[in-house]
């Protein structure tokens, strides 16, 4: 069996934390109403989607707002 992954959900699809990067709360500090730690980074979905990060200041959102989970990785075939 493989082993699970860290992931979190954007727009319905499911993004690898390993192709993700936070950025800290200093670097968003000036950005008005984007305070805090975000998710950023372009990614492929376990879906197969491709993302690009869609905010310079604030990403795919806030850790808090979308905390990290592990999931199984789909099956190769």
Same mark, same amino acid.
């Given at each position: ?12 699809? &499911? ?9 800290? /709360? ?5 950005? =008005?109403?984007? $305070? ?9 979905? &376990? ?9 310079? /200041? ?5 850790? =808090?707002?979308? $905390? ?10």
């Amino acid at each position: 069996m493989s082993s699970l992954i860290q992931v979190i959900e954007y727009q319905g699809s &499911l993004l690898p934390t390993s192709q993700l990067y936070i950025s800290e /709360a200093e670097n968003n500090e000036n950005q =008005e109403g984007c $305070p805090g730690r975000h998710w950023h980074g372009n990614a492929t979905a &376990l879906d197969g989607k491709d993302f690009t990060d869609p905010d310079r /200041a604030c990403g795919y959102g806030t850790v =808090e707002e979308k $905390p990290a989970f592990s999931v199984y990785p789909p099956s190769q075939q």
